[in-house]
């Protein structure tokens, strides 16, 4: 049980915000202030682990692919043509079957997709081996995606 479950068998929700809101916040001296930023800035900003790459998705652009689709890369590698990205589908988006030249692997973050009738919702997960082709994935109601895939350079079949 929470601390904070106990005291609501005691006071009503309303009489704890009441208390709450009476209490004035503590005082704080500008130098203390500015440490505890330095303190959390340092924790942010703090460098990745040796070996480790970080991508900070609110750093990193959406790039609109079709009307329908928008991507935003994470990662890259060019030598082996593979990258890791968020996708993001509207309603009644249609991605056309295609080619695998190597695995994919796709996480469901929001919404839906469909491979004809194999549904996958939030949470779900699918791979795609490489040398396979899979039939058209669609949404009903938009999804975000994401995707370790191949790098294409050619998109001209995602426009349908």
């Not at 699918?126 to 994935?137: A, E, I, V």
Request: with cysteine; proline share 4%.
């Amino acid at each position: 049980m929470n601390s904070f479950k106990q005291y609501e068998e005691i006071l009503s929700q309303s009489d704890i915000q009441s208390l709450a809101a009476d209490i004035e916040p503590a005082a704080i001296d500008l130098k203390a202030k500015n440490a505890i930023k330095e303190r959390v800035m340092n924790r942010i900003m703090a460098p990745c682990p040796v070996g480790g790459e970080s991508s900070f998705a609110k750093q990193l652009d959406w790039v609109k692919i079709t009307e329908n689709l928008d991507v935003k890369v994470l990662t890259q590698d060019l030598e082996n043509k593979v990258q890791t990205a968020y996708w993001r589908l509207k309603p009644g988006t249609v991605i056309p079957g295609h080619y695998h030249s190597t695995d994919e692997d796709c996480l469901v973050l929001e919404g839906d997709i469909r491979f004809g009738d194999h549904k996958l919702f939030a949470g779900d997960f699918h791979s795609m081996k490489k040398g396979t082709t899979h039939p058209d994935m669609t949404t009903a109601n938009g999804a975000l995606l994401y995707l370790k895939h191949d790098i294409h350079d050619d998109l001209s079949w995602l426009a349908v």
